[in-house]
């Protein structure tokens, strides 16, 4: 079974900034598109952002100007820069794999808790 370990979650003050970490396996990392996806107490999971092995990059419109997605190839890391934290940014955050293309979920992590407030 593929595993992608996430990392970097935390307690951060509205304004502040976090980076979170998601490791894969180097077969996947190397030709699956990287997102991160995130689940709110009582949403549904959404798209953050994500980005392709030739580092082609999405984001929700709820995190533009706010949120950078990249990766380091040498390390099958994708990265989630986030910064400008909101109180409503407060979810566990997934990292996924999947092919261009691919309908099916994928890969997932187990998530790492993100959680903004005062």
């Known amino acids: 079974q593929v595993q992608l370990v996430e990392s970097g979650g935390g307690l951060v003050q509205p304004g502040g900034s976090l980076r979170l970490s998601c490791v894969a396996p180097?077969?996947?990392?190397?030709?699956?598109?990287m997102g991160w996806y995130r689940q709110g107490p009582g949403k549904q999971r959404e798209l953050v952002a994500a980005?392709?092995?030739?580092?082609?990059?999405d984001y929700a419109d709820f995190v533009k100007g706010r949120f950078t997605i990249s990766r380091d190839n040498a390390k099958n890391t994708v990265y989630l820069q986030m910064n400008s934290l909101k109180p409503e940014d407060t979810a566990v955050y997934y990292c996924?794999?999947?092919?261009?293309?691919?309908?099916?979920?994928?890969?997932w992590g187990q998530g790492t808790q993100v959680t903004v407030s005062s």
């Open positions: 996924n794999a999947k092919r261009i293309l691919q309908t099916t979920p994928g890969y």
């Open positions: 180097g077969n996947i990392f190397s030709m699956y598109v």
């Open positions: 980005i392709t092995s030739g580092g082609f990059t």
